[in-house]
């Protein structure tokens, strides 16, 4: 069965930084390009960040790109998001996933809140 | 990126009648990955549809998805109480993946 466990969200203040981590289990992790979505309040799901399998390419929405550093541990099956010069509009709930495909099923995300 | 546009924006619709949304891509979805989701408050998106017409595991077959290219639609015959929420839809042939912005259905 197919798992993501995210955490390490929090209340940052403006100019802050954190890191997102993502714990996956029940497929073998190195195969699958992963990415971020994110989930701001009241707001549809938006892509943030995505990687390889290998680790090799990473990908960033426009928005995020200089500020945000996706990586992976695939010796533990582990997705990371470092996040820096956080910005209010960053504020949302942040989910790992399985890129291009459909997700299923999403885990409970890692809330980070951009606030002074 | 592929821009996905729903409507209508909310529903307002009784218990037993019949719902059907739309999703319109600005460009052809590849070989229809399109996924759609209903979210209720406080929880994670739940998977409903994927490649356009495939019911998830334990959907009941009330709802079914249709459309290919640009065009797609789920539709939800027999309405029921729980199935209030906000209904997305996700295109996952093309990188980014891209969702759209909702539809709320509201049960009368």
């Known amino acids: 069965e197919v798992q993501m466990l995210e955490s390490g969200g929090g209340l940052v203040q403006p100019g802050g930084s954190i890191r997102l981590s993502c714990a996956a289990s029940?497929?073998?992790?190195?195969?699958?390009?992963m990415s971020w979505v994110r989930q701001a309040p009241g707001k549809g799901p938006e892509w943030v960040s995505g990687i390889s399998g290998s680790g090799d390419t990473t990908y960033y929405a426009d928005s995020v790109l200089g500020r945000f550093t996706i990586s992976r541990d695939n010796s533990n099956n582990t997705l990371h998001l470092q996040m820096n010069a956080l910005r209010d509009e960053d504020t949302a709930v942040y989910y790992c996933?399985?890129?291009?495909?459909?997700?299923?099923?999403w885990g409970q995300g890692t809330l980070v809140a951009v606030s002074s | 990126e592929i821009v996905l546009t729903q409507s209508p924006g909310t529903l307002s619709l009784s218990p037993g009648e019949r719902a059907s949304l739309s999703c319109r891509a600005s460009?052809?979805?590849?070989?229809?990955?399109l996924a759609w989701y209903q979210q209720k408050p406080g929880q994670p998106p739940r998977l409903l549809i994927y490649g356009a017409s495939d019911r998830a595991t334990g959907i009941p077959d009330r709802f079914s998805g249709s459309g290919s290219g640009t065009d797609f639609t789920l539709a939800i015959n027999r309405l029921e109480p729980e199935d209030f929420g906000v209904y997305y839809c996700q295109q996952y042939g093309s990188s980014p993946i891209t969702f759209g912005q909702g539809t709320r259905l509201e049960i009368k």
């Open positions: 460009q052809r979805v590849s070989s229809s990955y």
């Open positions: 996933v399985q890129d291009r495909a459909a997700i299923d099923p």
């Open positions: 029940g497929f073998t992790f190195i195969d699958y390009a």
